[in-house]
């Protein structure tokens, strides 16, 4: 039986595929197109339609009668087929790596979304000063087969390790981008093998509304599924927050998907010649202050925060949504007054990774636009710094342990630094204390790629060894390392696979990277029981002890700096010593990052238990029972690259 369809003008609103009033309506932006064209898809046939416009510059149209299971793209003059900015389903669906079968274009689907059953779950709503993130990658984390879990690399993978992380002890997620995206767009080709590789981190979103389709055990169902992740997350007490990139996309002139195809000058930076502004490095940047840029941006955070629940964004390259079309800084972004003002949009988290690719060095400045805070990039250089023995950096460590006051305290509190040792981007905590230099010949890149700067020292060799000396010093620094993580003022920021150790090898930027590189190795955690206890007991332990995540920045009430004798702190020394005045639970903490022995003597007063000594096991801890570690003499002798912490009883 021939499908019969009746074509009408339509409407300009809402932007994207509705329903209204029986028809499926189509609206579209393309201020600079002649004309615009629906293309629909169905049953093997091909329909092209004439849309109407422009109105404000959207082209719109409305087709009633349409079949099941149909698809459309759009063609503006006579460009090629392009995906809808505004879809909520791709039809065009592929098996994960698959380079065989050309993507473009992605199809559309017609299928309005099915309901979702919430089960009246509701948002953890975690106070900021309680949070700790875990930064994850949804498909490395069970990919690998010793997750044993019915679907790896999935959604639904990700559910059945819930357990997991509530026993680990993080209470909000950071997933590294989930917007789809096409990980057969690289060109990179492993220098041994000669196979190509993927684009695994994802940062290249073909859409803003579309959830990771080859993420779900079933690409057809990734809405449902994400909802699904979220929902059972939520039902666990964990926050999900979106790392998501607004700032560029994958297009350039031989790979067009969508937003280049219909309007490359309203979509993208360009300059005077009509070449794009690149302050991504990766070839364009979107542009997010003008009405078309912003609108999208807009809609794109509400839509994942009304229908996808999601609980905060952290914007990639956020420094990007203060520049002007013409790439200027601006000193009052628009796209940062209209988040702030969004009823929609209130309560979500906002994080910002405040730099860009071109320079742009903001760290501090975005709680000044809202609610806002952000990656602290200066945190994480002076406490590597510190820690592996870089001279004159005391007081900058004693600064970002503190809640970085110098960068927040004009606009906010400590609660706008998202602290954190090592993230996606750069080496795992492991590889910080065992590689001097990246090692990404694997990239493709012949080891252009990457960070030359990392303030990373590997312990006295390069790499994988099995000298007992330096291994023991590589464990203590990764002790150090945490134990200041987890007790910094701000919020803490977890590596996935930081808590068992995990190596990449020396790959400081191993985006390319689909294997054991990236993925999380469960074997581990029986075979680091010990130290996966030692990261859930610090992580616990600053839940527990309230001077440990303060609301508000120290004062001389609440804080006295040591050195070597107490009240007389050395700020050219490598050693940093404070104590809190916890009514509850008076804290003694001392890093020395010193390559000789050294003695402290204690603050008097007081009966000093020890609870942690960096330079002893992974185990031999008393963070979960502090009235059982040992009472301290007056004065204590510290080890070379060690840290103690002390309670008073």
């Avoid at 809808?84 to 079968?101: C, I, M, R």
């Avoid at 606009?411 to 492991?430: E, K, M, Q, R, Y």
């Avoid at 008097?604 to 963070?623: A, F, Q, S």
């Amino acid at each position: 039986m021939e499908t019969k369809i009746k074509i009408s003008s339509g409407t300009h609103e809402p932007l994207g595929l509705s329903y209204q009033l029986g028809a499926a309506n189509f609206a579209v932006f393309s201020a600079h197109a002649a004309k615009a064209t629906l293309i629909l898809y169905w049953e093997g046939k091909r329909i092209e339609i004439a849309m109407e416009g422009p109105y404000i510059g959207i082209w719109h149209v409305a087709v009633e009668g349409l079949p099941k299971g149909a698809s459309y793209a759009y063609r503006f003059d006579d460009g090629p087929p392009v995906s809808d900015p505004y879809a909520k389903a791709y039809s065009s669906l592929y098996k994960w790596g698959d380079f065989s079968t050309p993507r473009l274009p992605f199809l559309c689907s017609c299928e309005p979304l099915p309901p979702f059953d919430w089960q009246e779950v509701a948002k953890p709503k975690i106070p900021l000063e309680n949070l700790v993130i875990y930064e994850m990658h949804v498909r490395g984390f069970t990919q690998d087969p010793s997750s044993r879990v019915a679907h790896p690399g999935t959604y639904l993978g990700a559910i059945e390790k819930i357990p997991y992380l509530k026993q680990l002890g993080v209470n909000a997620v950071e997933l590294m981008p989930i917007f789809e995206f096409d990980e057969t767009h690289m060109v990179n080709v492993h220098p041994k093998t000669g196979k190509r590789l993927v684009n695994y981190w994802g940062y290249s979103p073909l859409s803003f509304f579309l959830p990771m389709s080859r993420y779900a055990s079933k690409p057809e169902r990734a809405a449902e599924e994400f909802k699904t992740f979220v929902r059972e997350m939520h039902r666990s007490g964990i926050e999900v927050i979106l790392d998501v990139v607004y700032n560029h996309t994958p297009e350039n002139k031989d790979y067009i998907s969508s937003y280049r195809g219909i309007d490359r000058a309203s979509y993208y930076m360009l300059d005077e010649k009509g070449v794009d502004r690149n302050y991504t490095g990766c070839g364009n940047t979107f542009q997010s202050n003008t009405p078309v840029g912003l609108r999208l941006i807009l809609d794109s955070l509400r839509y994942w925060t009304t229908e996808m629940h999601i609980d905060g964004f952290r914007f990639d390259l956020a420094s990007i949504l203060t520049r002007n079309p013409k790439g200027k800084p601006l000193a009052d972004p628009p796209i940062l007054k209209m988040i702030a003002k969004d009823p929609v949009l209130k309560g979500v988290r906002l994080i910002a990774e405040p730099w860009d690719a071109a320079g742009l060095y903001q760290v501090g400045q975005f709680p000044k636009w809202g609610a806002w805070s952000g990656w602290n990039g200066s945190y994480r250089d002076h406490v590597r710094r510190f820690i592996k023995g870089t001279d004159q950096e005391a007081g900058p460590f004693a600064t970002a342990l503190c809640g970085s006051e110098p960068s927040y305290g004009p606009v906010h509190t400590p609660l706008s630094s998202i602290n954190f040792i090592t993230a996606h981007d750069g080496f795992s905590l492991c590889d910080l204390v065992s590689y001097q230099d990246k090692h990404n010949e694997e990239n493709g890149e012949k080891n252009r790629d990457g960070s030359n700067s990392n303030d990373s020292w590997n312990c006295g060799v390069e790499g994988e060894t099995k000298d007992p000396a330096i291994c023991g010093l590589r464990e203590r620094q990764m002790r150090n390392f945490l134990l200041a993580l987890f007790f910094s003022q701000g919020i803490p920021m977890l590596l996935m696979g930081d808590e068992i150790g995990h190596t990449r090898k020396g790959n400081n930027n191993p985006y390319v990277q689909d294997n054991e590189i990236n993925w999380f190795h469960w074997d581990l955690c029986a075979e680091r029981k010990k130290r996966l206890e030692f990261v859930s007991s610090l992580i616990a332990f600053r839940k527990e002890h309230k001077a440990l995540h303060r609301k508000e920045f120290f004062t001389s009430a609440d804080i006295d700096w040591h050195g070597v004798l107490p009240g007389k702190p050395d700020w050219g020394s490598r050693l940093v010593a404070f104590s809190l005045k916890d009514p509850d639970a008076p804290l003694y903490v001392a890093f020395h990052a010193g390559y000789a022995e050294t003695e402290v003597t204690l603050p008097p007063g007081k009966t000093w238990k020890e609870i942690v000594d960096t330079n002893l096991p992974w185990d031999r801890h008393c963070l979960n029972r502090p009235k059982e570690g040992r009472t301290l003499e007056k004065t204590v002798k510290l080890a070379p690259y060690s840290a103690l912490v002390a309670i008073a009883i």
